[in-house]
């Protein structure tokens, strides 16, 4: 009988290729990008007139603005925007654009109180800290959003740097210093409600406080427990004490970009809203008027907001192919053409609506949304 020997055989190519060894820095950059994204990535600005904190959310796109938020008194960035850009359709601009989150000095999460005597910088002051912080993200233009007095302090920068702003959103805003009468009744009420109460007051509307809503409970908590009370007490008193924006239809004191302005139907801020629109160039303007949203339409009504936001900057050249959906499909909404100086709100239509003689017609450039 044969013996059996033992043969071995050499392969001379491998069938199957064996897996590239792992590059240890390639992943780490992929794992920090995805916690920038998720997380962001918080960073102190030495500025003039103090330190700021900002948070930064995704990569630099080239050629694009980045999106700079600023909250309104009594919020942070998390408690101001994170219901709008952790809405899952924001995901799609989230990607286009870096975000940028300013905290007002000693507004952050975990901010200590500002020591007795500290002098707490103007709106002004606040909107001047801006370009400090451009020049540490080294970007040289933004679309700003901004909320209450955030809103204030972006429409402030604007006037003064307008070459560096391509866009506001402009949430809440009053661009009117206070009046004698508003004056007295303010110091008025300091005498009968804290400081948390008055803040209440100015976040949402009367509607929203009767019903003692979820949110306006959760803002009364987070306000009652906040060991920074007396810095938040600083920023209210700087809003308080912002001078009137001057702003003049047809005039050289206004804004050279696109501007959305937003607001809750009955919310506090309502009328100065309207107002504002009035001095603002009808070509340049979008009044966006959101039912049942109440005082804080970016925490009550995100989806709503974010299709606006998209249709935004679609006019400015950005996000071409983006898909709409809510608004366009809106057969609720009615647009009006601003409110100017006579009142005149004659023309009406839907936002998919055609005009009378068949043919389609441009809407009218500054309008009033109800949806």
């Known amino acids: 009988m044969t013996e059996l020997q033992e043969v071995q055989i050499t392969e001379g190519k491998p069938l199957l290729p064996s897996p590239p060894a792992p590059d240890p820095g390639k992943d780490a950059e992929l794992i920090t990008a995805k916690l920038l994204q998720e997380h962001g990535q918080k960073h102190t600005v030495e500025t003039p007139y ?23 008194v009594g919020q942070n960035h998390h408690s101001c925007f994170d219901t709008l850009f952790h809405f899952e359709d924001m995901q799609e601009i989230i990607k286009n654009f870096v975000v940028i989150h300013v905290d007002a000095p000693g507004m952050e999460e975990g901010a200590p109180a500002f020591p007795l005597g500290y002098q707490y910088p103007s709106l002004d002051q606040l909107a001047d800290m801006i370009p400090c912080i451009l020049q540490y993200v080294n970007f040289t233009s933004i679309i700003g959003i901004g909320v209450g007095a955030g809103a204030y302090i972006l429409a402030r920068y604007s006037l003064t740097h307008a070459n560096t702003v391509e866009g506001l959103v402009l949430i809440n805003i009053d661009p009117n210093a206070k009046g004698w009468m508003d004056w007295a009744a303010h110091k008025l009420t300091g005498l009968t409600s804290s400081i948390p109460e008055m803040i209440v007051g100015h976040l949402f509307s009367q509607e929203e406080l009767s019903k003692n809503t979820e949110l306006v409970q959760q803002q009364r908590d987070i306000l009652s427990h906040a060991t920074n009370l007396p810095n938040i007490q600083l920023y209210w008193s700087s809003y308080n004490s912002r001078r009137d924006l001057a702003l003049e239809r047809g005039g050289d004191h206004t804004f050279k970009c696109p501007v959305m302005l937003v607001v809750g139907d009955q919310a506090p801020h309502e009328d100065a809203v309207v107002e504002c629109n009035s001095k603002l160039d009808p070509t340049q303007t979008s009044f966006l008027k959101m039912a049942d949203s109440g005082g804080q339409p970016q925490l009550t009504q995100p989806g709503k907001l974010t299709e606006a936001f998209k249709y935004f900057v679609q006019g400015m050249g950005y996000m071409a192919s983006s898909c709409m959906t809510r608004l366009s499909r809106s057969r609720t909404a009615s647009l009006s053409s601003a409110a100017s100086g006579d009142g005149n709100r004659s023309r009406s239509r839907t936002l998919s609506q055609s005009s009378e003689a068949g043919g389609p017609q441009p809407p009218a450039p500054t309008m009033e949304v109800s949806c």
């Open 50 to 72: 103090g330190i700021v904190t900002i948070t930064i959310h995704g990569t630099p796109k080239p050629k694009r603005p980045a999106i700079l938020t600023y909250h309104d």
